[in-house]
């Protein structure tokens, strides 16, 4: 007979697993666009950040431990492998089984909101005494739907879900003879992560009073969420200058007469949103 082993409480998992350059005003806009268990039905929707999971057991077929109608409480983190935007390819990190294991499964965007992911993990199984730690393997299916959605700039970001979990096969590899079982679940989950907060620009400037020439650095940092700053766009206050504009980091401008000048700097993150600094410089 097979025996749970290795500390491993039995072998089952439970279930559980350019907007336009010339805005010179901040802008951020963070309104929940869709109420709770609705369907967003957007296929531009960034699934990303930690999310609590309740989830119940809705089959459980001879897993110690597990009963049909169990609830748990899981974290799962979603990382995008792109940038910006929404992308086909998120990794799914979570906690399962009572040990909360590590888990990770790699999801592929399967339509609007939807994702779908497969992987594998293995069983420590006690066996004649001793702990095969790779004694059983176990396929996973996890189905996760965006059904609440934040607009953040000009990305939509999701912040509910729904999900599904099954563990349809568990391979006994080990010499002794027996069944290891099988679970799935169902989940409803939150995000748990603040939504990304706008970026904060700012510059510094060194003038050289011989030529009334400016060098502009940018001082600027990104939200609260670390959301980095894809582009800057600069007016130097001198509209009679076929030069009066620029869209580099770090311009440089040479103005034709002594004076003051209001300069502004507009910059935008990778999540489209929008924030301007204006401040008078002397040259």
Not at 21 to 49: D, K, M, T, Y
Not at 115 to 125: K, P
Request: hydrophobic content about 35%; some cysteine.
């Amino acid at each position: 007979m097979i025996r749970p082993g290795g500390g491993v409480r039995r072998w089952a998992a439970t279930g559980a697993g350019l907007v336009s350059a010339l805005i010179v005003a901040s802008a951020v806009c963070a309104g929940v666009a869709f109420g709770s268990g609705q369907n967003p039905h957007v296929g531009g929707v960034r699934l990303e950040g930690s999310f609590r999971m309740s989830g119940t057991l809705t089959s459980v077929d001879n897993v110690y431990g597990e009963h049909r109608g169990e609830h748990v409480q899981r974290t799962w983190s979603f990382s995008p492998r792109c940038a910006t935007g929404p992308c086909d390819r998120v990794t799914l990190m979570r906690r399962r089984s009572r040990r909360h294991i590590l888990d990770v499964v790699r999801l592929v965007r399967r339509g609007r909101g939807v994702y779908t992911g497969r992987g594998e993990f293995w069983i420590a199984l006690t066996c004649a005494r001793g702990v095969v730690k790779h004694g059983g393997l176990a396929t996973e299916t996890i189905t996760v739907r965006v059904v609440g959605v934040a607009t953040v700039g000009t990305t939509r970001v999701a912040t509910r879900l729904r999900a599904t979990y099954t563990n349809p096969v568990r391979r006994n590899l080990t010499r002794c003879p027996g069944g290891i079982g099988h679970d799935a679940a169902r989940y409803r989950g939150r995000r748990l992560t603040p939504l990304p907060g706008p970026p904060a620009p700012g510059f510094t400037d060194a003038i050289d009073p011989l030529s009334s020439s400016a060098t502009f650095t940018d001082r600027s940092r990104p939200g609260g969420s670390g959301a980095r700053i894809v582009y800057w766009w600069w007016n130097f206050g001198e509209p009679s200058s076929p030069q009066d504009t620029s869209g580099q980091q770090n311009p440089s401008h040479r103005y034709r007469l002594p004076g003051i000048y209001t300069v502004t700097l507009t910059v935008r993150d990778q999540y489209g949103q929008v924030s301007s600094t204006t401040r008078q410089v002397l040259v």
